[in-house]
């Protein structure tokens, strides 16, 4: 190799701090400073010998028990999801079928989708009450419900691996579209039976994308409130619901920035193990044309499997939903004719309130922050992957890599109040801004976009790019046809993950919102938030137009090519 | 540079035409809870009254809203608070939120509403928190509707009733204080106690005691805690009409806790003047009377008229549980953690 060769690796060309600049200032504004103010008030708070009081508190039982509980169920939630969406992941990553961009797409609206509502879907599904329980019931004839599922810690799992799996499935199914087949092809000719070669070759090169999808969903469930609350009762409690308890009933706040920061110092201690693992594993593979990897339906033994595959697909993550769609066409008596009357009523306003806002309205918002938070996002989240992407960190990669996940496993009640203190005065007077709403989404969404193209760009083969310069490619020209065409899936994966965070981000408790403006779940939850049939027809028919809406836009991302590119 | 010039002079001459029109309403920020409503038209009276454009923030619900403007002391958000009930009223006088102000019309008010004696926070409107049943139920099954908090502990009414979480719900902690004001400090665990051998079902938020847990809506349990307002609500927001309530409410004394809203002028507002005109606003009854039907709470102001579906359907308790806001802040977190150790450990 000559020296003239070598600039042609676009990364190692460009300052690690350039590529670093705008993301770590965005985080410093947006997440440092705002924890810092906050944790600073709170702790001002502490008089005289309360901390003392503050550490028996702490290393109270009570505490103990959350702390172990939190992990516990993340573990657990985690290890499902993964059991749920690999085999998943390898139906999407390596066959073609009919219908795959619509049950892909599907799988991603249980993201979006308010707690609240989810919940409610469950009870439909799963309750007392519930379709599964009443056959269940006539079936074996028995006078009380046999499944108890509402209230248990099997609610909080089957909701985490419900939200969850879509995670997984992108990631991790991406990747596997990429992966060269001839490998596995090799040893298969070599004598490798099925399960050998999975294991042996396959998992192992799966490695970064399922170790990063498994980060993002444990930090998800570390992190979880609206599932632990709603679906697992008052017997269980998470940290992030501790430290809601502890601010808004006892305004407790010097233990709950304590708990805050546990919280954040757990979610860095995981992150730094997650990065040292990877930094081993992440190199670089021989990625192919899904053309050549995938493959249709065409062995009876791989159509029964998928077929399985995707019908527990369908009732998992879509019969909750479904159930959702049908109670907002039906009347409140059982027998009565299919209606519209909770779509018609969502567009009126018979009290003449002054809140009121038709359903486009709040669409047209909650599209919008969708919009501006995916642009946000990329726009951190690529220079950040490019920085994390190279094969030799720098120092400065290497601090910030984990630093940049800590958004996600902060409590939004903790930041939401930081940024009321923080960002109070001109010319950062944003609290009552209503660009701090998608910024706050930025945050969540920044470290999916981060991890989800860091291993699609770090699996960039430098061979490629080199041989390009050499037949005298410029550095522009093989942006375009080399790196482009290799990550744009993951790319659109990257966006997906931001909109439909930002889409299905209920933000508004921990920051100040102008009620004129309102996303989606903000007007579902003021709905559901009032007795009376027809407000509760109403919040279904509104969460049923939000899946709707949210079907199509993935549908759009999935026909959408990046530029004239398209897939090789 | 010359074109520098005739630019600057423009802009200058803008500015100062800007400046001269009187016409330019001024601005009341008012800060607010996530349930807050009202008809455009009330508001819309005010402004047009007081040349003023009223700005709403909604800061999350009511504890989070107390608690930001407690937070924000030092530079508010707004000019006005509405939104404290008698369970945070204590933190927001201790934190020292409002400023002192003795409205004219509080003499139009019944002074049991009036729990701040230094008239910083004046009471707005009132809600209870009582037991809520579905008539067909008992019609059914031919039981006795409920009538008390010993009905609950019945065995004839084992498995019927739902409660929530007092540690992370506003009737939770409204129907464990019945309890207390009923059975007093001693005797309220015994009681919880026997709800537990009878069943109760315990969840964490009122949506989902009311709408998955409750039966009027496809739950299994016939009796819920809400609020005195749901059953004219189930008529009001009826998918077709109805021409009775499908629900009832529980109103024998000491079954229900009153909670009672509050609004204030924040400490600091350089509005004070306008503030004072939009606190005597709401405490008058032409903003009095649209409370219900916005906000599904009643007005304190004795001469509000209510709408005829409230005068049919609404029952108001006579003697709801006594229980002051001092005694809640004091007591608050120890009550919930006995009634954590004693009901779900």
Same mark, same amino acid.
């Given at each position: 190799m000559t020296k003239k060769m070598k600039p042609s690796s676009l990364y190692s060309k460009v300052p690690s701090y350039l590529l670093w600049l705008l993301p770590a200032a965005f985080l410093g504004m947006f997440f440092f400073f705002p924890l810092t103010r906050i944790s600073q008030l709170s702790f001002a708070r502490i008089e005289g010998k309360a901390l003392t009081g503050l550490w028996e508190v702490f290393k109270s039982p009570t505490i103990s028990r959350v702390v172990g509980f939190t992990f516990k169920q993340a573990f657990l939630s985690t290890i499902l999801t993964l059991a749920v969406g690999l085999p998943g992941a390898y139906l999407f990553g390596k066959f073609q079928f009919k219908g795959k961009r619509l049950l892909r797409a599907l799988t991603g609206v249980p993201f979006v989708m308010p707690t609240l509502v989810v919940a409610a879907g469950f009870y439909a599904f799963l309750g007392p009450n519930g379709w599964v329980n009443e056959v269940l019931m006539q079936i074996l004839k028995l006078e009380t419900p046999p499944i108890q599922f509402v209230n248990s810690f099997a609610a909080i799992l089957t909701a985490h691996v419900f939200y969850n799996t879509t995670i997984v499935l992108r990631i991790v199914g991406d990747y596997w579209s990429r992966l060269d087949p001839q490998l596995e092809q090799a040893a298969r000719v070599l004598g490798a039976n099925r399960w050998k070669t999975l294991w042996e070759i396959t998992l192992p090169l799966l490695l970064p994308a399922i170790a990063a999808s498994s980060l993002l969903v444990f930090i998800f469930d570390f992190t979880s409130f609206g599932v632990v609350l709603v679906l697992g009762g008052p017997l269980f409690a998470t940290l992030e619901v501790e430290i809601y308890y502890q601010t808004i009933s006892l305004f407790n706040l010097p233990l709950a920035a304590t708990l805050s920061l546990l919280q954040i110092v757990f979610t860095l201690i995981l992150t730094i193990l997650y990065t040292r693992l990877t930094r081993r594993i992440n190199q670089p593979v021989e990625l192919s044309s899904r053309e050549k990897s995938q493959r249709p339906l065409t062995s009876p033994r791989s159509r029964i499997l998928a077929g399985i595959m995707i019908v527990f697909l369908l009732v998992f993550l879509i019969s909750p939903l479904a159930s959702l769609g049908l109670k907002s066409f039906s009347g409140s008596d059982p027998g009565s004719p299919p209606t519209l009357s909770f779509y018609r009523a969502l567009g009126e306003n018979p009290r003449e309130s002054l809140f009121y806002v038709p359903p486009t309205t709040a669409l047209g918002v909650s599209l919008g922050y969708g919009l501006i938070t995916v642009i946000l996002a990329l726009g951190l989240g690529l220079p950040a992957a490019w920085a994390l992407a190279k094969k030799n960190l720098t120092l400065l990669d290497k601090i910030l890599d984990p630093v940049l996940m800590l958004p996600l496993g902060t409590s939004a009640v903790t930041l939401g109040l930081g940024f009321l203190v923080a960002l109070d005065t001109p010319p950062l007077n944003l609290r009552t801004s209503p660009l701090l709403v998608p910024i706050a989404h930025t945050l969540v969404a920044f470290p999916f976009v981060v991890r989800s193209l860091t291993p699609a760009l770090a699996s960039i083969q430098p061979k490629l790019r080199q041989a390009a310069a050499v037949l005298g490619a410029s550095p522009r020209r093989i942006t375009r046809e080399i790196d482009l065409p290799l990550i744009g899936r993951a790319l659109l994966v990257a966006a997906t993950f931001a909109f439909t965070i930002s889409i299905g981000e209920f933000g508004a408790s921990s920051l100040i919102t102008r009620p004129e403006y309102p996303t989606v779940p903000v007007v579902i939850y003021r709905l559901l938030s009032r007795p009376g049939a027809l407000n509760y027809g109403q919040a279904m028919a509104l969460s049923t137009i939000l899946m709707v809406t949210t079907l199509g836009g993935m549908l759009l991302m999935e026909y959408f090519r990046v530029g004239d590119v398209g897939e090789f | 540079?010359? /074109?520098?010039?005739?630019?600057?002079?423009?802009?200058?001459? =803008?500015?100062?035409?800007?400046? $001269?029109?009187?016409?330019?309403?001024?601005?009341?920020?008012?800060?607010?809870?996530?349930?807050?409503?009202?008809?455009?038209?009330?508001?819309?009276?005010?402004?047009?009254?007081?040349?003023?454009?009223?700005?709403?923030?909604?800061? +999350?619900?009511?504890?989070?809203?107390? #608690?930001?403007? $407690?937070?924000?002391?030092?530079?508010?958000?707004?000019?006005?608070?509405?939104?404290?009930?008698?369970?945070?009223?204590?933190?927001?006088? #201790? &934190?020292?939120?409002?400023? %002192?102000?003795?409205?004219?019309?509080?003499? &139009?008010?019944?002074?049991?509403?009036?729990?701040?004696?230094?008239?910083?926070?004046?009471? %707005?409107?009132?809600?209870?928190?009582?037991?809520?049943?579905?008539?067909?139920?008992?019609? &059914? #099954?031919?039981? $006795?509707?409920?009538?008390?908090?010993?009905?609950?502990?019945?065995?004839?009414?084992?498995?019927?009733?739902?409660?929530?979480?007092?540690?992370?719900?506003?009737?939770?902690?409204?129907? =464990?204080?019945?309890?207390?004001?009923?059975?007093?400090?001693?005797?309220?665990?015994?009681?919880?106690?026997?709800?537990?051998?009878?069943?109760?079902?315990?969840?964490?938020?009122?949506?989902?005691?009311?709408?998955?847990?409750?039966?009027?809506?496809?739950?299994?349990?016939?009796?819920?805690?809400?609020?005195?307002?749901?059953?004219?609500?189930?008529?009001?927001?009826? &998918?077709?009409?109805?021409?009775?309530?499908?629900?009832?409410? %529980?109103?024998?004394?000491?079954?229900?806790?009153?909670?009672?809203?509050?609004?204030?002028?924040?400490? +600091?507002?350089?509005? /004070?003047?306008?503030?004072?005109?939009?606190?005597?606003?709401?405490?008058?009854?032409?903003?009095?009377?649209?409370?219900?039907?916005?906000?599904?709470?009643?007005?304190?102001?004795?001469n509000a008229v209510l709408e005829e579906t409230f005068r049919k359907y609404l029952e108001v308790p006579e003697v709801t549980a006594d229980i002051s806001p001092d005694m809640i802040a004091a007591n608050r977190e120890k009550w919930i953690n006995d009634w954590t150790e004693a009901v779900l450990r």
């Open positions: - | 540079m010359k /074109r520098t010039g005739i630019l600057l002079a423009g802009l200058v001459f =803008l500015m100062a035409a800007c400046k $001269a029109t009187p016409e330019e309403p001024r601005i009341l920020t008012v800060m607010t809870h996530d349930s807050f409503a009202v008809s455009e038209s009330v508001v819309a009276f005010f402004e047009t009254q007081n040349n003023v454009d009223v700005q709403f923030l909604e800061v +999350g619900d009511t504890g989070t809203a107390v #608690n930001k403007a $407690a937070l924000s002391k030092e530079n508010p958000l707004a000019d006005v608070f509405y939104g404290v009930d008698n369970t945070f009223l204590s933190r927001a006088l #201790n &934190e020292d939120i409002f400023e %002192v102000y003795q409205s004219p019309l509080l003499k &139009e008010i019944d002074p049991v509403f009036v729990l701040d004696k230094s008239y910083r926070a004046l009471p %707005v409107d009132f809600g209870d928190v009582c037991l809520n049943y579905q008539k067909s139920y008992f019609i &059914e #099954n031919n039981l $006795a509707a409920p009538d008390s908090l010993e009905d609950l502990i019945d065995p004839d009414y084992q498995g019927l009733l739902t409660v929530q979480n007092p540690a992370t719900s506003s009737p939770g902690l409204a129907f =464990l204080m019945t309890t207390i004001g009923y059975y007093g400090e001693d005797g309220y665990l015994e009681y919880w106690d026997e709800l537990v051998a009878n069943g109760v079902n315990i969840v964490n938020d009122w949506e989902t005691a009311y709408y998955s847990a409750f039966s009027q809506a496809g739950g299994t349990d016939p009796i819920v805690v809400s609020y005195g307002s749901s059953p004219p609500f189930e008529v009001l927001f009826a &998918e077709e009409p109805l021409d009775d309530a499908p629900t009832a409410a %529980v109103t024998s004394p000491g079954t229900c806790f009153r909670q009672i809203e509050f609004v204030g002028i924040l400490n +600091g507002t350089p509005n /004070r003047e306008l503030a004072e005109k939009w606190i005597d606003y709401m405490l008058s009854p032409e903003f009095q009377e649209d409370i219900p039907l916005n906000m599904y709470v009643f007005p304190v102001n004795d």
